[in-house]
């Protein structure tokens, strides 16, 4: 079957950094996304990894390994406006997201 | 170039009904993707147009059915309406065939069934 697992949960402070981790168990695989969503909004792309290692954009940045079926997204210099659900997502046989992790931000 | 736009925003049905909801993908995009969200479970994968042609299925009983138009618009229907298929319904399009790193979400369909 295919799955991803990544935390319900996360709570981080302002100004700090954070990672999101998610496994995955999939039937193929293309690589692995990030999404992005506000409470009433829709998902938005933040990055993708097709490839083992670090992809950096801005304060954002994910990391991949294929070998460990593991990647995690990191956010820096934390601000409010980051406090959202990010759901990790992968295409194998199908596109399968994983449930989500709500990130609490600290003042 | 204008977003991915859902209609209706907003829908009460009561169970038994059906309903249809659309999606008409960005300018140019070819794949159209839909997703039921739930709280708590996340998006969960309905089902995956390219070029009219359904290419892939999730999980989900027969009574959720779609199509995609020549122009790449897509409906999506669900027949015999349940309590427990009140969610946000997300179509996403991307150029490609659904590959995940280039999905734009329009803004969703809420729907409550009664």
């Known amino acids: 079957g295919q799955s991803l697992e990544q935390p319900s949960e996360v709570t981080a402070v302002e100004g700090a950094i954070v990672q999101i981790n998610c496994t995955y168990q999939?039937?193929?695989?293309?690589?692995l996304s990030w999404y992005q969503q506000h409470d009433g909004g829709a998902p938005t792309f933040l990055s993708y990894?097709?490839?083992?290692g670090l992809e950096e954009t801005g304060r954002f940045s994910s990391f991949l390994s294929r070998s460990d079926s593991y990647g995690y997204l990191l956010l820096q210099e934390l601000q409010m406006k980051d406090s959202a659900s990010y759901f990790c997502a992968v295409r194998g046989d199908k596109i399968i997201f994983g449930k989500g992790t709500r990130l609490h931000i600290l003042p | 170039k204008a977003g991915v736009t859902q209609t209706p925003r907003y829908l009460i049905k009561t169970r038994g009904q059906q309903v249809t909801l659309s999606c008409s993908p960005i300018?140019?995009?070819?794949?159209v993707s839909w997703y039921q969200q739930t709280p708590g479970q996340g998006l969960q994968f309905l089902f995956e147009?390219?070029?009219?042609?359904?290419?892939n299925k999730g999980n989900f009983p027969g009574r959720f059915s779609g199509r995609q138009f020549s122009n790449s618009r897509s409906e999506m229907n669900v027949s015999t309406l349940e309590l427990g298929d009140s969610a946000l319904y997300l179509c996403?399009?991307?150029?490609?065939?659904?590959?995940?790193?280039?999905?734009?979400f329009g803004p969703g369909t809420r729907l409550t069934v009664l």
């Open positions: 996403a399009s991307s150029t490609e065939v659904a590959r995940t790193d280039t999905q734009y």
């Open positions: 147009y390219f070029s009219e042609t359904q290419r």
């Open positions: 300018s140019g995009h070819r794949s």
């Open positions: 990894n097709a490839l083992d």
């Open positions: 999939t039937s193929g695989f293309y690589g």
